[in-house]
């Protein structure tokens, strides 16, 4: 591997000096009646969408001296906080507070020296990559190899398409051998590609370059949300018949997803035996589905409230798929660390379960990577089976949708959705299909299961400890993709 060590120029005095003159002429267009009139509001727009854009061409392809964005952020802060002639105000926080991002406290203003190093990130990107060359000009250094390691291929298991784990732990410390491991394999064996790890399409992104310097912890703030989201709302109401019953946030759905939705209309009925009595000439089956769904909601709400224990409701109920299509359900575990659970169950029209399949790899890969493992696990499965008409159903909203796009870039995730394309080749008809997490129950727990080997298939059957959530499933004649 080989580092660049003085890859810019440093902008020279006379060029630092244009950027001064041109805000020098701002300033003094700044001062006096037009600063008074500006409301706080105002004077934020002004210095984020004038003062901080004037330097960002110079920025872009030249290092400006500390010295320089110094002056320039010292101006920007008088501004701000006001001046009474050559009186200066209180500076209540400091600029480096301010230019913290707003969800983190700050205003969001521009740290100059971040973000001319972001700035610059580009032109490197670019250099990488061999496009838009702006200036190639420094000196090369070798990295040392490692002893008896010549090449990644000496990492590789390749008849499991895994990294060696007791080799990475040999040569590599902790850090490093967690960034190994949370690189995706492909039985395809692509050409290397570099690519930027803070991105969805895995291009370089200022953004995130500028976020990654300011020292932001995406995994915590992602984690944040993930966890405002995650919390109970059934609190919201206050707790009736009608409301545990049929107008729940957690249980609405199911009553969608069922088909049951005429049979809900509580605030006509009043009470529970005017809603059944006016269930009179709805279908035969709708109601059928109606009194078991009622009765299994009202013990999942007795359980919980007497005994704190709570099923994911939506394991009551099952969209078939047509007839002689068969349904693949997938799933990954991340519950033991440093290990990925992946679950695959497969069923038909009837709610028959044709393959359940579980596999163990050591490995750290993100919850996105781990879940297309999950769908090309399933995928494979398929293929060895024969299915030739298959819906594939996945809890992860993105992965569905960067399926049905059919569109790929340069992420890890990207590696391993092009592995999944090149496999579903051989169908007659593929489906991506979009369920919630409580509807994934199944393969969720047979990701959960330690299987003999690296993977165990049971074939017209399914574990023992699976059992339990397997229920039959709602008849229908389309699926919902």
């Known amino acids: 591997m080989y580092h660049n060590l003085s890859l810019f120029a440093r902008a020279n005095q006379q060029e630092c000096s244009v950027i001064v003159d041109i805000l020098n002429q701002i300033w003094k267009k700044l001062q006096g009646w037009k600063e ?14 004038v003062i901080q854009a004037i330097p960002s061409y110079l920025m872009g392809i030249y290092k400006l001296p500390a010295s320089t964005t110094r002056d320039i952020q010292s101006a920007m802060a008088r501004f701000w906080w006001g001046n009474r002639g050559t009186q200066r105000k209180t500076h209540w926080k400091s600029w480096q507070a301010l230019c913290s991002p707003k969800c983190l406290g700050g205003m969001g203003f521009k740290d100059l020296a971040v973000f001319n190093d972001a700035l610059l990130g580009r032109q490197a990107w670019r250099l990488i990559h061999g496009t838009d060359i702006l200036l190639i000009k ?7 190899e490692v002893d008896k390691v010549s090449t990644v291929s000496d990492l590789i298991d390749r008849s499991n398409i895994e990294w060696k784990e007791e080799v990475i732990s040999e040569f590599f410390n902790e850090r490093d051998k967690r960034c190994i491991m949370e690189l995706p394999l492909s039985w395809r064996a692509p050409e290397d590609e570099l690519t930027w790890a803070y991105s969805k399409d895995g291009n370089y992104a200022v953004k995130t370059a500028y976020m990654l310097g300011k020292g ?5 703030f992602h984690l944040a949300w993930v966890e405002i989201w995650g919390m109970d709302v059934c609190h919201l109401e206050e707790e009736s018949a009608g409301h545990a019953l049929f107008d ?3 249980v609405r759905d199911l009553w969608e997803e069922c088909g049951c939705i005429p049979l809900t209309d509580w605030k006509v009925a009043g009470n529970m035996c005017d809603l059944v009595a006016s269930w009179k000439g709805k279908d035969a089956k709708m109601k059928q589905r109606g009194v078991l769904l009622a009765w299994c909601i009202w013990s999942e709400r007795n359980k919980w409230v007497f005994e704190g224990k709570a099923t994911p409701n939506a394991i009551l109920v099952d969209r078939a798929p047509p007839s002689g299509v068969v349904k693949l359900n997938a799933d990954a575990s991340l519950s033991v660390e440093g290990w990925i659970g992946t679950g695959v169950v497969a069923r038909n029209h009837m709610g028959q379960v044709l393959i359940a399949a579980t596999r163990r790899t050591r490995a750290w890969w993100p919850p996105e990577i781990a879940e297309a493992k999950a769908l090309a696990m399933a995928i494979k499965l398929a293929k060895r089976y024969g299915f030739e008409e298959i819906i594939l159903e996945s809890d992860c909203q993105l992965l569905v949708n960067r399926l049905s796009k059919g569109v790929t870039h340069l992420s890890d995730l990207d590696s391993v959705l092009d592995d999944i394309f090149a496999l579903c080749t051989s169908f007659k008809s593929i489906t991506w299909s979009h369920v919630k ?7 969720h727990h047979l990701a959960k299961l330690v299987p003999f080997g690296v993977q ?5 059957n399914c574990p023992p400890e699976i059992s339990p959530y397997l229920v039959e499933m709602v008849g229908s004649e389309t699926s919902n993709p």
Do not use: H
């Not at 409301?39 to 969408?49: D, P, Q």
């Not at 932001?216 to 915590?220: G, I, L, P, Y």
């Not at 165990?456 to 017209?460: D, K, R």
């Open 138 to 144: 420094g000196s090369f250094i070798m990295s040392t």
């Open 248 to 250: 729940c946030l957690r």
């Open 456 to 460: 165990q298939v049971w074939e017209n």
């Open 216 to 220: 932001c912890d995406f995994a915590a």
């Open 36 to 49: 008074k009139l500006l409301s706080r509001a105002g004077k934020e727009i002004l210095l984020k969408s």
């Open 437 to 443: 997490r409580e509807g994934n129950f199944v393969a």
